[in-house]
């Protein structure tokens, strides 16, 4: 047989198995596909940090239907814009469970998107599961939280730092509820260790006007910076702090919201010696963890890098699948209940959802920020710690006083309102 010859008997064998590869996967998923929703802010302040959790979120996804899917149907993402903005992050979950189609929603950042759009999913007896560390002082019937509760972050790194960098403390954030909260929760705490509070500043989400708090810290002489600006408000701070003087060898920055793609994107800010506290770091030495970043690397190139909201993500979309597939059900309220006894093998470690809150069973980590856009873990927990949404200083009856009034005195809304 001729060379030509032979290479076309090897297309035509090559196209036979393409189209019998197709014909395979059509018939396999013969099904209507179970249709989710990702809804995360591709636009505005907040993207430089969620846009990766969509990845994320997407590969998850991905990895499902190249196992089989769920169910014998493909799982179809569709994909959604909250423009770092509550108010429209309310108005698209609204629509998405109007669709009348979709089986769960992954998604949310910012604790203003997420208190948007929680009384929608109740409102719809529908399913939201948020990524995310957060303040605490929630527990809806209606939402999965994957990310940390207070007593798995924040908390446990104020305890580290009173220890080990210092004794007096620095709060600054962005002004809405997340920084608010874990603020007064840390205030709480402060007063219990006995340390000092010597300032605390707030900055509008996307600002870039940062000089007057960065003259604040400078004039207070703190020895420890908590840092809970999300966004990139943090590249404007960060430059500010070292235009002043201010490294980490002076007085060290704890962030609570700034994970590998932050620390890339921050670049001449220089933050190499500043600390943040997270579940996950994309440098825990682990199988587990090697073989997540290998394959995600191969899905969307040799230099990205992972962060805690996205492996709390992608653990997310885990977790949901093998609940789908236990109780052979996906409707919204199935799978809620479903999750509830399902645990995995994460990159972060050993990760389970604690049946009486909602939330997730998680280790605690601390790491100093490297110039190579990485981690070194200084801390960990022995073990997960339990979720305790509600921390211990206040009632729960208290704290739920003190996020009426934040949420009346900013005019209804979970943000302050933009200064004119």
């Given amino acids: 047989m001729r060379a030509s010859t032979r290479r076309t008997a090897l297309q035509v064998g090559l196209a036979a198995t393409a189209a019998g590869g197709a014909a395979f996967a059509a018939w396999r998923f013969r099904k ?35 196992s089989g899917g769920l169910l014998g149907r493909r799982v179809e993402p ?10 429209h992050f ?17 998604g949310c950042w910012t604790s203003a998107s997420r208190k948007s759009v929680v009384p929608v999913f109740e409102r719809h007896r529908h399913l939201l599961v948020y990524p995310v560390q957060y303040e605490g002082l929630e527990q809806s019937p209606n939402v999965i939280y994957t990310g940390a509760a207070p007593n798995q972050q924040i908390i446990p790194a104020v305890a580290w730092a009173f220890e080990n960098v210092g004794r007096s403390f620095f709060l600054v ?21 006995g340390a000092t509070l010597v300032g605390e500043q707030y900055l509008p989400l996307g600002s870039r006007d940062v000089d007057a708090c960065v003259r604040a810290i400078v004039e207070a002489r703190p020895s420890v910076i908590l840092n809970t600006i999300n966004g990139d408000t943090n590249l404007a701070f960060f430059r500010a702090l070292r235009a002043a003087g201010i490294t980490p060898s002076r007085i060290p920055t704890v962030s609570f919201s700034i994970g590998e793609p932050e620390l890339q994107s921050l670049g001449d800010a220089d933050v190499a010696g500043d600390f943040a506290a997270w579940n996950y770091f994309q440098s825990i030495a682990s199988a587990k963890n090697r073989a997540w970043i290998s394959a995600f690397r191969q899905r969307y190139g040799a230099n990205r890098t992972l ?44 990760v389970a959802i604690d049946a009486d809150t909602g939330h997730c069973w998680k280790s605690v980590r601390i790491g100093r920020a490297r110039r190579d856009g990485q981690f070194d873990i200084v801390w960990n927990s022995d073990r997960p710690a339990r979720p305790e949404p509600f921390p211990i200083y206040r009632s729960e009856a208290e704290w739920q006083r003190f996020l009426r009034a934040l949420y009346e005195g900013w005019g209804a809304r979970w943000s302050a309102p933009a200064r004119g």
Avoid: C
């Fill in 307 to 350: 962060s805690d909201p996205m492996e709390a993500a992608f653990v997310g979309v885990q977790l949901w699948a093998q609940a789908v597939r236990s109780i052979g059900e996906f409707s919204p309220r199935a799978a809620r209940l479903g999750m509830l006894s399902q645990s995995v093998e994460a990159p972060e470690g050993v």
């Fill in 78 to 87: 569709v994909v959604v814009d909250g423009r770092s903005d509550g108010q």
């Fill in 173 to 193: 954030g962005s002004d809405y509820v997340f920084p608010r909260t874990a603020n007064e929760i840390t205030k709480d705490q402060l007063r219990a260790i």
């Fill in 90 to 106: 309310a108005r698209e979950a609204d629509a998405l469970l109007r669709r009348g189609d979709i089986s769960v929603v992954f």
């Fill in 32 to 66: 209507q596909p179970i249709r989710v929703g990702v809804l995360h802010s591709l636009t505005g302040t907040m993207s430089l940090s969620e846009r990766p959790v969509v990845d994320a979120t997407l590969f998850a996804i991905e990895l499902v239907n190249q």
